[in-house]
């Protein structure tokens, strides 16, 4: 659940003018999970998922996220670690600082999430959430 936790609550640190990222490379689409749980938004979210878990994990997401008044990723390290023209792995490895709803600070130590992903229409779209430990 802890993991879970963590990849639901990721977020992007931003100084200065960002990159543009955009679904067209794994590793561009793993960057706007990234910023839109910095952001909060979980319809942003849950439209970088395959279509079909996006209902499955909407409810997660919105629990989640509801439980926070900020969130930031810091020393964010994206790597792909396998490809093919369908599919591929990344890895996101990062520390999570966040407020609570109560104003509560808190803090996820370095650590590393795999993501799976599927190419679709062109996008690369995660096809399942990290896993549960």
């Not at 992007?12 to 960002?18: E, V």
């Not at 998922?49 to 509801?66: F, M, N, W």
């Not at 390290?77 to 599919?87: F, R, V």
């Amino acid at each position: 659940m802890m993991l879970l936790l963590t990849v639901l609550v990721g977020g992007i640190s931003c100084q200065g003018k960002a990159p543009e990222y955009t679904t067209a490379t794994p590793e561009g689409t793993v960057k706007l999970l990234f910023d839109a749980y910095s952001s909060l938004d979980p319809d942003k979210i849950v439209n970088l998922y395959i279509e079909e878990t996006r209902e499955e994990i909407r409810p997660a997401t919105v629990g989640v996220l509801g439980q926070f008044q900020s969130i930031r990723i810091v020393d964010l390290e994206i790597e792909t670690i396998s490809q093919t023209e369908a599919t591929a792995i990344v890895e996101a490895s990062f520390t999570t600082i966040y407020v609570e709803k109560d104003g509560t600070p808190g803090r996820f130590p370095f650590h590393t999430v795999e993501f799976h992903l599927e190419k679709r229409g062109g996008e690369w779209l995660i096809s399942q959430p990290p896993p549960v430990v």
